[in-house]
Every structure is written in C-alpha cells, then in structure tokens.
C-alpha cells in the first residue's frame, strides 16, 4: 500500500486548511497518524486516529482546533485532518504514516505554510 497526502499550501494565519491522504488500496487495518516536521526541527506526532475511526489523538498544541477523520471505502481509503486556527508555527511538512502491528509506512509529505 501507498499513502499520498495533498491538500497544503499557502493560508494565512488564522486560516483552514483540510489535508487528505489517500490509500492506494484498504485502508482498514491501519492505524494512522499525522506529524508535521519544521524547517529544521525534528518530525513530531500531531494526531491519530484507530482503524475504525473511533478513537482519536492530539497533541496538546493542536488540540480543539484540529479533526482527524477517515473513510475505509473498500477500494481506496481517505484520511483527513482539518486543521483551523492556523497560525505560522504551522508551518510545517505534513505526512501521514499507516502502522500495522508490523509495519509503518509513511506518505512523501505535503507543505504547508502559514503566513500573511
């Protein structure tokens, strides 16, 4: 399987933006998770959300502003992350990683950057 994030670009602060990632096959059976890495941070955990969609995590600098959500269509899967309030420390590549009790793969990324 492969992951495909879209959905970034250029918003201003305070701004929305949704980001997807597409499955190329099931999507049910992944756990997904999302993390953003910064011009010279290290890549760090945003949200996650189970296999059925049911449970959802945040980390505390997103939390009440951001929504993780998924669709397990049997031919291509999506998961979404809204994120709101948008603000430059936003600024940031966004990938999406499936994690099995085995395996973990990651999509290529997507930029997005906050700025007026």
């Known amino acids: 399987v492969q992951f495909v994030e879209s959905g970034g670009g250029l918003v201003q602060p305070g701004g929305s933006l949704r980001l997807s990632c597409d499955a190329s096959?099931?999507?049910?059976?992944?756990?997904m998770v999302w993390f953003c890495q910064a011009p010279g941070k290290e890549r760090e955990h945003v949200a996650g959300?189970?296999?059925?969609?049911?449970?959802?995590?945040?980390s505390d600098s997103v939390k009440g502003r951001f929504i993780n959500s998924r669709n397990n269509a049997e031919d291509k899967g999506t998961v979404f992350l809204q994120m709101t309030s948008l603000g430059p420390e936003g600024t940031a590549v966004y990938y999406c990683?499936?994690?099995?009790?085995?395996?973990?793969?990651w999509g290529q990324g997507t930029q997005v950057t906050v700025s007026s």
């Open positions: 959300i189970n296999v059925n969609g049911l449970s959802t995590d945040f």
């Open positions: 990683k499936g994690d099995t009790p085995t395996s973990a793969y």
């Open positions: 096959g099931h999507l049910s059976g992944f756990a």
